[in-house]
């Protein structure tokens, strides 16, 4: 059974940072990325990264703020977050996918799915 496990969530300040990570067996074989939810919404997709970290994809929200990345010898994913704004307020969730990807912000490309980890942004 494919286990995918997030950690790095918490309570932080507007401006401030957090690190995302999310591991899971033989990393290398996945299209890695992260999702979101924050209350009351839809959940929305953040970013993905390709197998070996070779091209990386945001959505409009993240760019410029959130880098995504993939360590394949440690197993491990990561979503660094800078300058975070009330709005980052969501559920962080890993996702996984065999590939190939046609539309990077589907839920449905992706196979796999950890169960979450909260990140909350004071003002």
């Known amino acids: 059974q494919v286990q995918v496990m997030e950690s790095g969530g918490g309570l932080v300040q507007a401006g401030e940072s957090l690190r995302l990570a999310c591991t899971m067996s033989?990393?290398?074989?996945?299209?890695m990325g992260w999702f979101r939810q924050a209350p009351g919404k839809e959940r929305e997709w953040v970013s993905s990264i390709t197998w070996t970290g070779g091209s990386t994809y945001y959505a409009d929200s993240v760019k410029g703020r959130f880098t995504i990345d993939r360590d394949n010898a440690k197993n491990t994913l990561y979503l660094q977050m800078n300058n975070l704004k009330p709005e980052d307020t969501a559920m962080y969730y890993c996702v996984a996918a065999l590939g190939p990807v046609g539309d990077w912000s589907s839920e449905s490309e992706y196979n796999y799915w950890g169960q979450g980890t909260q990140v909350t942004v004071s003002s």
């Open positions: 033989d990393l290398q074989d996945y299209i």
